[in-house]
């Protein structure tokens, strides 16, 4: 059968002589893995179409399996996110985690809609640890894992300083503060920025400014919600964190 969809290259690996498969997540059919013949030779015309990050059309003929691209047209080639060694980790570390967080019932075209913003953002130049983390939201919601931020999840009140329970779901009140001893303290910020990313949807990301302070306690209160649920060993993560103690 003949398929035509919309997709962004989220894998890529060499495969036999001069040939690729790329898993491209689609808007319409979730992951699909397609060989692309001949995309290491310097002439292909496919050459392009499977590297990572590409957004593009993807005609591809598909019995069982992997499928064969026959043709396809490039829309974003995102060639920045390939070129800037910190835009690239970044993400890689975005279409990783769709690859391995995800499974097919999670996905449909609000996930691609947002991993193509999110590849947007960070080559547009927005703030890349703002942005990552706004997509690590999204994949713990559309997971099952986004905590719940709207009011104490033991007593429901809605007021004074909340700390979030990770192994709970969701953010304890002072009076309940208690019932889970490794439940992370949240200053005004980091509680005002988690319900945001919970809320926002990646292509309404602005510019939002964001102190040091905040934007690192994020980082480990994601890096928690993160490995809690997902306890995923990502490649592009290790990477992520070794250019982070370089640029100490
Ligand atoms: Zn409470």
Redesign the pocket.
Known sequence: MQYRVEGIVIRSMDYGEGNKIITLLTNTHGKIGIVVRGAKKLKSRHGSLAQLFTYGEYLFFRNSGLGTLTHGEIIESHHVLREQLDKTAYSSYAVELVDRALQEEDLGSFMFEQLKACLTAISEGKDLLITIQLFEMKILAAAGYAPDLS???????ENGPMALSVRGGGI??????Y?DTSAIELSEGALKLLRLFWQLDMRRLGNIQVKDETKQQLKHIMRSLMDTHLGLQLKSRSFLDQMDRYSL
């Open positions: 009011a104490c999840i033991s007593c429901s009140n304890l009140c002072g009076r309940c503060r019932k």
